[in-house]
């Protein structure tokens, strides 16, 4: 069955840019340029992971995460939730781990590095490279 992620971030650019590092893993995608349409997303769509922006208009990314977290259907409230940033307070990764975020990543972020924290968080095996004899 093909994995799904529910990415939520105000820029169109980073929503493709995710979109295109992902790629590889063969996921659907469900995006949403607000918070709170992403959460009307999660009443509708289900998902394996998500992953927000921080820093969003309206609802910000700790608000989004608390709305998650406070969702009475265990399928929603227990979702592996990743968070990214471009802030650089030294509070930030605190603030989004008690705020009940999985992770919480800086940005710029690689490919490798984002694909490999989608990959923990969906519990997906590690890419081998096969070499042939």
Not at 15 to 37: S, T
Not at 56 to 65: A, S, T
Not at 97 to 124: C, D, N, W, Y
Request: glycine letters at 6%.
């Amino acid at each position: 069955m093909k994995r799904s992620v529910l990415i939520v971030d105000d820029s169109d650019t980073i929503r493709h840019i995710i979109k295109v590092y992902l790629m590889k893993l063969k996921l659907g995608f469900l995006d949403a340029d607000r918070a709170d349409r992403g959460l009307r997303l999660l009443g509708s769509s289900p998902v394996d992971l998500i992953i927000a922006d921080f820093n969003m208009p309206g609802m910000n990314g700790l608000d989004f995460v608390r709305q998650v977290r406070a969702d009475e259907r265990p399928e929603v409230c227990h979702l592996p939730i990743v968070l990214l940033t471009g802030g650089k307070a030294p509070d930030l990764d605190l603030r989004a781990v008690q705020a009940g975020a999985s992770e919480f990543v800086r940005k710029p972020i690689s490919s490798a590095a984002l694909t490999a924290v989608v990959r923990r968080h969906l519990r997906m095996p590690e890419e081998v490279d096969h070499l042939v004899a």
